[in-house]
């Protein structure tokens, strides 16, 4: 199964500042899925992100505040733009294990956000 | 309704208790079931997938209802180290994973 190395691990962020998070993996991977998980919440998907094309994003999450980049199958970064309080979260990178449908996700460490 | 629903406990049960949690989902297209464990803190990890026949790993046992669309874990014999919150996982097919809220167990010694 991959492995992935997600940074940084928890951050304290002023109001409207930006956070880039990174997920590097070690092996090509064609999705890669970035996730947030609010406090006491389940996971919910941010987006996929697509090498050689722009992410797909979920409904109530807009390239504008949330901009990804996939420059190749290894790596990917998610950005929270003019970051508020209500972003205060665990963001999730995560990819597929072997064929997804059948062995689900495997998710990088986290990134435990606070926006003071 | 809810894409997929969980009790969301807490289950509190002594060592070695038998304990069951039970998710249903409300995509009848969906095509794949996963439970994976969450330890606080720390980032979800997978337990199991579940297949139509029913799947065993160790003291664990899956069960899968597609007409009822229903999904379960039972967990025997209770360990300390069960002590986590049990996501209950559905894919579709045409979107990524989605997650229930979870089952948060606490197993006591």
């Known amino acids: 199964s991959a492995v992935i190395s997600q940074k940084p691990s928890r951050d304290i962020c002023q109001r409207g500042t930006s956070l880039t998070i990174q997920c590097q993996v070690d092996s090509q991977v064609t999705m890669m899925f970035w996730y947030r998980q609010q406090p006491g919440q389940s996971l919910t998907l941010i987006a996929t992100?697509?090498?050689?094309?722009?992410?797909?994003?979920e409904s109530g999450f807009v390239i504008d505040k949330f901009p990804i980049s996939r420059p190749n199958l290894t790596f990917s970064t998610l950005t929270v733009s003019n970051m508020s309080p209500e972003d205060s979260s665990i963001y999730l990178c995560?990819?597929?294990?072997?064929?997804?449908?059948?062995?689900?996700?495997?998710f990088g460490s986290g990134t435990r956000l606070t926006v003071v | 309704r809810k894409e997929v629903e969980q009790d969301p406990g807490p289950f509190n049960v002594p060592e070695g208790a038998t304990v069951a949690f039970n998710c249903t989902y409300s995509n009848s297209a969906s095509q794949s079931f996963f439970w994976y464990r969450q330890d606080c803190r720390k980032e979800p990890k997978l337990l199991m997938s579940v297949y139509s026949s029913g799947n065993e790993d160790g003291r664990f046992t899956a069960q899968l209802n597609r007409a009822s669309q229903y999904i379960s874990l039972l967990i025997r014999d209770s360990k300390l180290s069960d002590s986590a919150t049990y996501l209950c996982?559905?894919?579709?097919?045409?979107?990524?994973?989605?997650f229930g809220k979870g089952t948060r167990l606490s197993v006591i010694a």
């Open positions: 995560s990819v597929g294990l072997g064929t997804a449908d059948n062995y689900g996700y495997t």
């Open positions: 992100a697509n090498q050689g094309s722009e992410a797909t994003y």
């Open positions: 996982v559905v894919n579709t097919g045409n979107t990524p994973l989605v």
